[in-house]
């Protein structure tokens, strides 16, 4: 029975978007009146309006939500009901969303502490896994209530100049960016025997072979036209 009302009301919402002109897809601006409604359900209809790949990371009990927005754009409607029912929206690899629910800090210190004591304790409190650098030092006070751990440890090492960067497997590691530039590897690409395609075209007259001139008309007479360096690269590769 509340599967068949949401799909009436997810109906209405689409046609009101068709009828206003509202693009479907990642453009896509909606409309949403739920009342009491599973989280996993409104997601589901954001995802079927923009076309994008969003996932919802569920931990026992699923969470509810009750909202009314008119004529905003997916993401923030998405941002919105995650919000609401505690959830966070991050962006994975290939652009997948992933909605989860987070480990909250709550934390005063006691005057300045040193951050790798902080750094360490919102670890404990996120369940996380960190690595911090040898660099990294000095001191902080704060005063956290009930912020997403990872929100605490982007604020925390960011106020002395610090940066989080994830690593495979979902490891985290505090570093300095001045650090963190010398890391970085250039690689360079060869590009060999590749060469864009020539704006002159044979034009032979006999009655034994066909003219190539309508081909040449119908080419750019820019020949970089058809010569980009993505096409190059994946010759090189």
């Not at 589901?44 to 509810?64: C, F, H, K, P, T």
């Not at 300045?112 to 040898?134: E, Q």
């Not at 003219?211 to 036209?225: E, G, I, T």
Request: aromatic share 6%; hydrophobic share 45%.
């Amino acid at each position: 029975m509340f599967k068949h009302v949401w799909s009436v009301a997810a109906a209405l919402v689409l046609v009101a978007s068709a009828a206003t002109g509202q693009a479907i897809g990642r453009d896509a601006r909606v409309s949403l009146r739920v009342e009491d409604r599973p989280l996993s359900d409104v997601v589901r209809y954001l995802a079927e309006q923009s076309g994008a790949n969003i996932v919802v990371l569920l931990d026992g009990v699923e969470d509810r939500v009750s909202l009314e927005l008119t004529d905003v754009a997916w993401r923030d409607a998405l941002e919105i009901a995650a919000e609401k029912a505690g959830f966070v929206v991050e962006t994975r690899t290939g652009g997948i969303l992933v909605l989860e629910k987070p480990a909250r800090v709550t934390y005063e210190t006691q005057g300045p502490t040193d951050i790798t004591r902080v750094i360490d304790l919102i670890a404990k409190l996120g369940g996380a896994n960190i690595v911090v650098a040898p660099e990294v030092e000095g001191m902080i006070s704060l005063r956290l209530n009930n912020v997403p751990w990872r929100d605490a440890l982007d604020v925390a090492v960011k106020t002395l100049g610090y940066t989080v960067v994830t690593e495979n497997r979902g490891i985290l590691r505090v570093v300095d960016p001045v650090t963190l530039q010398a890391q970085m590897v250039t690689r360079s690409y060869q590009l060999r025997y590749l060469r864009p395609k020539g704006r002159f075209r044979p034009n032979i007259k006999s009655e034994f072979v066909t003219s190539l001139a309508p081909v040449q008309q119908q080419r750019s007479a820019d020949p970089a036209a058809g010569f980009t360096v993505l096409q190059a690269l994946k010759k090189a590769l």
